[in-house]
């Protein structure tokens, strides 16, 4: 039985772009895996906290010398990890916001991103530890970006991709949907990304 982790993070609960495409993906996906489940991170409606010292001391503390303090520190992150390990695939949708990722999203990904836990290091590089895993991103934006001179300002692919991929997490497609501030584009390239989502899934 397979597992989705749906992560959303638009502040836009309705209306949203990004949540729009999830939800279309979401229903292509059971159609795909109908005894399949689905875990839902809404991370606008339920905002991961930001990463404090404590956290951060007890990321770095051997199991062995944890205290109650350092435990509950890190047990969010726990939790959040174990989540992300028990599922097969990840769906993240994500607007951009001022050329990157929304902050709640950056929050998650900071709990998730833990040495010892999603990734590790030897002596000449970092490695990841989550490789059974693939990743589906559906992005919007306002603008268009990719083929213009704005292409160098998104860093919001680019950075989900490398820190996906910093875990060992593959990221199988991404699908973009640009020119949300213009309604007809936006209605264009909306069907065009139904389509190509329906396509991954009659392969």
């Keep these: 039985m397979k597992k989705l982790l749906r992560i959303d993070c638009s502040s836009r609960i309705t209306g949203s772009h990004s949540r729009e495409l999830a939800n279309y993906f979401e229903k292509k996906w059971h159609l795909n895996n109908p005894n399949g489940i689905v875990i839902r991170r809404d ?24 205290t109650p303090e350092s435990k509950k520190a890190t047990s969010l992150s726990d939790k959040l990890i174990t989540e992300l390990k028990s599922v097969d ?8 916001y001022n050329l990157n990722i929304p902050s709640n999203l950056k929050a998650y990904l900071d709990q ?30 306002g603008g268009v970006y990719k083929g213009s001179p704005m292409e160098q300002y998104d860093f919001q692919e680019p950075y989900l991709q490398a820190i996906l991929g910093h875990m060992g997490i593959k990221t199988e497609k991404i699908f973009s949907l640009e020119g949300t501030s213009d309604s007809k584009i936006t209605a264009q390239n909306k069907i ?9 899934f009659k392969n």
């Excluded at 695939?89 to 951009?96: V, Y």
């Excluded at 991103?113 to 919007?140: C, M």
């Design 43 to 66: 991370l606008a409606k339920h905002q991961v906290p930001h990463i404090q010292n404590n956290t951060i001391e007890g990321f770095y503390t051997p199991v062995a010398h944890m």
């Design 89 to 96: 695939e990840i769906l993240i949708s994500s607007p951009l």
């Design 112 to 141: 998730i991103v833990r040495i010892g836990h999603t990734f590790s290091l030897n002596e000449s590089n970092y490695y990841g530890l989550i490789e059974d895993k693939t990743a589906y991103i559906i992005t919007s934006k």
């Design 192 to 200: 065009a990304l139904q389509n190509s989502i329906t396509k991954i």
